[in-house]
Nanobody
Framework: QVQLVESGGGLVQAGGSLRLSCAASGITFSRYTMAWFRQAPGKEREFVAAVTGSGNTDYAVSVRDRFTISRHNAKNTAWLQMDSLRPGDTAVYYC??????????????????WGQGTQVTVSS
């Protein structure tokens, strides 16, 4: 059974940092692109960042230079380091896996497996 489990969310003041983790099980983790999406209340789920199995990365413009995505294939884990957080970053953050090897997609429907989400709240 394929499973993604996020952790690391919480409440932080503006300007602070959080590190989200996504632990994968039941898949050959190193083959696939891992991504982070987020969904704020009343808004659609949106792309945040992604990393391919070989380490290529891409970011949404709104988080570039503030967030860093990484992965450790042997540990079946991906992380999202979030610095200089803003109230606008408040959302439920989800990790996801795309079974199409080596591409980075910005579309929710492309991704095959999703975690349950972790809440990030940034206070002003």
């Amino acid at each position: 059974q394929v499973q993604l489990v996020e952790s690391g969310g919480g409440l932080v003041q503006a300007g602070g940092s959080l590190r989200l983790s996504c632990a994968a099980s039941g898949i050959t983790f190193s083959r696939y692109t891992m991504a982070w999406f987020r969904q704020a209340p009343g808004k659609e789920r949106e792309f945040v960042a992604a990393v391919t199995g070989s380490g290529n990365t891409d970011y949404a413009v709104s988080v570039r230079d503030r967030f860093t995505i990484s992965r450790h294939n042997a540990k079946n884990t991906a992380w999202l380091q979030m610095d200089s957080l803003r109230p606008g970053d408040t959302a439920v953050y989800y990790c996801a896996v795309d079974y199409f090897v080596s591409r980075i997609s910005y579309t929710v429907g492309t991704y095959d497996i999703w975690g349950q989400g972790t809440q990030v709240t940034v206070s002003s």
